[in-house]
């Protein structure tokens, strides 16, 4: 493995300091047609007793372009932080993760199919409009439409029926009883857009000249593609008991961590979210820069496309596993912002229920510590005994490049000739969401969409979701393992649920789909004058903004 020395990283930011004002250079710029206001009045501020005030702008880094602006595509860690602030859903998660009201004020569990949702009835969109129970039923319907190919749509699979009750009133019934369906309306699944602005932009709707329109704190302004968007202030905000107290947001796409460390450093930049891991102790040496460090639901992998061969054979995807030394990666770079990972995706923090089941089952998981005996003789007995050419897909983040660069040097004793395919974080996004799977390996990482722990294991291993815009990146098919993810869902015993999981993640951790790396913690890097959030394990459907402010 190579480990990056400290030293290297503090004398490469005397040279990254030009670079944060030209780091960032765009192609495309444009605005939404629904930038003006409706004599809506501005937010109370209600924070003074803190030293903060209103006004000001706020720069925040990402460490890859956004997707789309249109909320049916928010669900990765670029596009999340700027899409939370335009479009909200209809109950969200608090900072306990605890579901509470939003656009919906109140919502109800009929029976074990039947959710009902009262809408808010003085939310208006950007532009002033109001905001109707037939934007909330279109916006869901849309998303929940296989035709828009949205990466949250397979949450809807279970839905049977969205219907408009009355003019406040949202009916959703399911197919089945589902035990994950009361969270989805918390996610940018069900984030609301308005219907009669999207009809008048559907052929550039969520790009830079279609913008998009909705009932966020803030609403958009600009997208400088590669480079910045820029946000204001909505002055018609519905919600009254707080911000939004800055007057804009710009937020830099700067991919070279160095780069925005110094724009940290030099007060350039205000904010960024999970900072490369070989920056951290940089970060944490500086006076001026609060670093927030939270537990997490989240899975740093390697997933090997179980479809292709050779990955389809069990054998070769053990003797790699066997063959990478995790260990060290945790050690040598990860260190105490992360924990050590089992061969399954659900960490200490997603033991949200039948928490003495999931630790003891946890200690049965096999960890495929290195082993690299092991690796060869399971070569030997696999397909392809003397070795064989792929490649593994992977971005610039620190901890996934140097993880494909330790394993490419991992399986050489074994016959494996193993090339690395660098792409943009935007297209390791839409390549790991596409349901070609067009690579051999992919480096990734996923954190849970629920307080559940369903949230990774459904989405990530049911072979419901290999097609487009599924995150089942390893193409995993196993029916039996397809048999106990579907029956645990539609139970509302959450003790016969954990049984029937930890049935399920035996298996998957037996079948080795991914290398499992480590659980990283959330971690959320302010300048000193910034104060307003705390950063939580949901924080991609979180608002983090709204009540942030510049002392």
């Known amino acids: 493995m190579r480990r990056n020395q400290l030293f290297n990283v503090v004398a490469s930011l005397s040279v990254a300091m030009a670079l944060v004002a030209t780091g960032c250079s765009g192609s495309q710029t444009g605005t939404s047609g629904g930038g003006g206001t409706d004599g809506g009045t501005a937010s109370t501020d209600k924070g ?5 005030k209103s006004g000001g702008t706020l720069t925040f880094a990402l460490d890859s372009d956004i997707v789309s602006l249109d909320p049916a595509f928010n669900y990765d860690f670029s596009t999340s932080p700027v899409d939370n602030e335009i479009a909200e859903g209809l109950l969200k998660f608090d900072e306990n993760m605890q579901l509470a009201p939003n656009l919906a004020e109140k919502w109800e569990m009929k029976d074990d199919k039947t959710y009902v949702y009262t809408i808010r009835k003085d939310v ?12 909330v039923v279109f916006s869901m319907e849309r998303t929940r439409d296989p035709k828009t190919a949205s990466y949250l749509g397979w949450m809807y699979d279970n839905v049977d029926k969205i219907e408009k009750v009355d003019d406040s009133t949202v009916k959703v019934t399911l197919k089945e009883p ?17 219907k009669k602005y999207f009809e008048e932009h559907k052929d550039n709707f969520g790009k830079p000249d279609g913008g998009v329109m909705a009932t966020g704190p803030f609403k958009y302004v600009s997208w400088q593609t590669g480079s910045e968007i820029v946000l204001e202030k909505n002055e018609n905000y519905w919600n009254k008991e707080g911000g939004p107290y800055l007057d804009k947001i710009v937020y830099k796409v700067i991919p070279e961590g160095t780069t925005r460390v110094t724009g940290l450093k030099t007060g350039q930049i205000n904010m960024t979210v999970n900072l490369p891991l070989d920056l951290v102790k940089v970060v944490e040496s500086m006076d001026s820069i609060k670093l927030q460090k939270a537990d997490s639901y989240m899975n740093d992998t390697i997933a090997f496309n179980t479809q292709r061969k050779p990955f389809d054979d069990k054998k070769v995807r053990q003797a790699m ?11 040598q770079l990860v260190q ?6 089992r061969a399954i995706p659900v960490p200490p923090a997603l033991w949200t229920f039948s928490k003495e089941k999931w630790e ?6 096999p960890d495929y510590a290195y082993d690299l005996e092991k690796a060869r003789q399971l070569m030997a007995e696999s397909s392809v005994p003397n070795g064989f050419s792929a490649k593994i897909l992977t971005d610039n983040d620190s901890l996934r490049i140097n993880s494909a660069l330790a394993l490419q040097a991992a399986v050489k004793p074994l016959g494996i000739k193993l090339e690395i395919e ?80 930890i049935q399920a993640e035996k298996i998957i951790a037996e079948d080795s789909p991914w290398i ?31 009540n942030v402010k510049l002392k």
């Open 178 to 194: 589902d035990a994950m369906w009361r969270y989805v309306t918390a996610t940018s699944a069900c984030h609301v857009i308005s």
């Open 321 to 331: 596993n066997y063959a990478l030394d995790k260990k060290k990666i945790i050690d």
């Open 516 to 546: 499992m790396l480590g659980h990283a913690k959330q971690m959320l890097a302010t300048t000193s004058n910034v104060e307003g959030y705390n950063i939580t394990p949901l924080w991609y459907f979180q608002d983090m903004l709204t």
């Open 422 to 501: 660098k792409v943009t974080g935007e297209e390791l996004t839409t390549r790991g969401f596409g349901g070609a799977r067009d690579y051999d390996m992919i480096a990734n990482n996923w954190g849970s969409d629920y307080p559940d722990p369903s949230g990774n294991l459904l989405p990530l291993f049911h072979s419901a979701n290999v097609g487009d815009g599924g995150a089942n990146y390893a193409n995993y098919r196993n029916p039996e393992v397809d048999k106990l993810l579907s029956e645990q869902i539609h139970l509302s015993d959450d003790d016969k649920r954990a049984d029937l999981m």
């Open 124 to 135: 208006k969109f950007h532009d002033g409009s109001p905001m109707t129970v037939d934007d």
């Open 48 to 52: 003074g007793d803190t030293g903060g």
């Open 360 to 365: 003891a089952a946890y200690k049965e998981i």
């Open 336 to 341: 105490d912002n992360g924990i050590a990972a």
